[in-house]
């Protein structure tokens, strides 16, 4: 009796170690024959991400005829080209995306819908231009697909995946020295020591992520070859963040016996480098410069604002809501409109 319980004890011990998983687990091949170029999912993890990645059903198209938004209303700064029952129908579906429990209040003061006291109303503008640059500027990644803003919210006023950059944990003074935000282990690095912010270097800077340098010695400025481990680590990070973003292994993109290799990557590597440049365009351009519109509350502990990985949008998906086409059931969200 004590031996069948000790071995249970090692069984269930060993079975905890090892991280495995119940079967049936399925594979699908995505390269050549041979190349071990193969996704792995777990058929019942991908019912439960299907059914977080429904997308809404849109409301029914609103006329163009009538007058103007910008004939009637006050202070309608970008959309002022719709007409009255196509811009209701995007306050409508805004309401829904982003703000569904507070209504038209989370961004306006009922008694003047006009008035711009409100940040939220401030910043949602600027969100309708982020929104409408990358289907129109992005679709190097987006493709006919493109995004709407319930790609990012789902609902929520702030995206359930955002990123600030991490407190400081350099030990001063101490022979610790600076641990390079490594040894943390959070879900952003797969539970990994490798560093935690991949973000900051990488979608919010440009550096370098090959590591291939071109050159023998270490060299200066754009051409320096920053190869060393360390550098190598921040790679990885990045590279771990966007293979669970996308609920994916490395040989969704790569054939791991050449990482570098553009000939034996697949076209979606190609994808996944102008997303790379896309989430930077929006966090730079578009969600930074919002920093001082936002409350204290809503800023990180190095007083950062909230900003942009590639899980905001694709939440575990290879494509955001599995490919779901919303955003053309939404022609105002299509083209910039510069203010
Ligand atoms: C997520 C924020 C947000 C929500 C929620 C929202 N709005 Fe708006 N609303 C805006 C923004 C931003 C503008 C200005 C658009 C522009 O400048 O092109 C605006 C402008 C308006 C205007 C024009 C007012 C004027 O005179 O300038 C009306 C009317 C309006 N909204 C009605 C509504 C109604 C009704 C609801 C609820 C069903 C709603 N909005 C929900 C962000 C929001
Ligand atoms: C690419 C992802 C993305 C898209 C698309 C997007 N947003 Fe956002 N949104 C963000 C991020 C990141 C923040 C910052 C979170 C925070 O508030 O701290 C944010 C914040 C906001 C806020 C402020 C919320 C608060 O309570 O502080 C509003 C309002 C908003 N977005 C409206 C919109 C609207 C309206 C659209 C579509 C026209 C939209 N967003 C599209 C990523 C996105
Ligand atoms: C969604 C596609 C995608 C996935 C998944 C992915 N990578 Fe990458 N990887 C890229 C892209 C794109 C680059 C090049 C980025 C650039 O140059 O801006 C890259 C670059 C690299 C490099 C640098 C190659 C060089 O030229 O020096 C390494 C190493 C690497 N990835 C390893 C991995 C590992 C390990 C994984 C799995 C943990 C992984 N990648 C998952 C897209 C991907
Ligand atoms: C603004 C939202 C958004 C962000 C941020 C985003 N993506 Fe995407 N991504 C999409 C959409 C939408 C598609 C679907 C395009 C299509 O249908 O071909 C997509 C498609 C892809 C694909 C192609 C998948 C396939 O099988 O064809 C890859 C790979 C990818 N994204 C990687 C990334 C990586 C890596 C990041 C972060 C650096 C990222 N994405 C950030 C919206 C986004």
Redesign the pocket.
Known sequence: MRLIFKFLLLLITVSSITGCERPPIETVQTGFRGTGMEQIYNPRTLIKQASLNQAPVALDAASEEGPKAKQVYQNVQVLGDLSVSQFTRHMLSITQWVAPEAGCAYCHNLENLADDSKYTKVVARRMIQMTQR?NQDWKS???????TCY??HRGNNIPANVWFEPKDRKYANSVMGNPADQNIATQTVGLTSLPIDPYTPF?KDDASIRLNGNQAMAGVGANANRVSLKQADYTYSLMVH?SE??GVNCT??HNTRNFQSWEESRP??V??WH??R??RD?NNDYIIPLTEKFPASRLGPKGDVAK???T???QGA???LY?APMAKDHPELQALVKP
Not at 141 to 147: C, I, Y
Request: proline share 3%.
């Open positions: 990358v990644h987006v493709a006919e697909t493109g995004v790609t990012c979608l966007m973003s996308l969704y993109c979606q590597r994808t996944a997303g790379i896309m989430a929006l942009v990985n590639c905001t949008c694709h290879y494509k955001p490919g």
